[in-house]
C-alpha cells in the first residue's frame, strides 16, 4: 500500500505562485512514476506533469509547460509541483499519483496510475 499525501493548496491572485507537494508512505515510491493530476468543477480529471522514476524525464501538459515545474526528492520519498504564472483556469482540486508498474515514461492517463492522494484546493483569482 502507498499512501499520498498532498499540501500547498490555498487561494492566490492570478499571477501568482503557489507549490504542491505530495508526501508518500507506506512503501517507498523511488521506483514509481509519478504524476500529477488536476480537476476542475463539472470537468473530468486530466494530466497535468509526470516525472519518471529518477526524476530525469519529466512530461508536462500543453497548458501548463512553461508555467509549472515537477520535481521529486527521492531521499524524501516527495514529489513538487512548482506553479509560476498562475491562471483563473488552473483553479481545480490538484491531485498526486503513483503508477507501480515499471514503467519509463509518465502516462498522462488516469487509469494508468495505481494509488492517489486525496487532493488539494488550488484556487485562483483573477
Known amino acids: 500500500q502507498v499512501q499520498l499525501v498532498e499540501s500547498g493548496g490555498g487561494l492566490v491572485q492570478a499571477g501568482g505562485s503557489l507549490r504542491l507537494s505530495c508526501a508518500a508512505s507506506?512503501?517507498?515510491?523511488?521506483?514509481?512514476?509519478m504524476g500529477w493530476f488536476r480537476q476542475a468543477p463539472g470537468k473530468e480529471r486530466e494530466f497535468v506533469a509526470g516525472i519518471s522514476r529518477g526524476g530525469g524525464n519529466v512530461y508536462y501538459s500543453e497548458s501548463v509547460k512553461g508555467r509549472f515545474t515537477i520535481s521529486r526528492d527521492n531521499a524524501k520519498n516527495t514529489v513538487y509541483l512548482q506553479m509560476n504564472s498562475l491562471k483563473s483556469e488552473d483553479t481545480a482540486v490538484y491531485y498526486c499519483a503513483a503508477d507501480l508498474a515499471l514503467t519509463v515514461v509518465a502516462s498522462r492517463s488516469v487509469e494508468e496510475y495505481d494509488y492517489w492522494g486525496q487532493g488539494t484546493q488550488v484556487t485562483v483569482s483573477s
Open positions: 507506506g512503501r517507498t515510491v523511488v521506483t514509481y512514476v
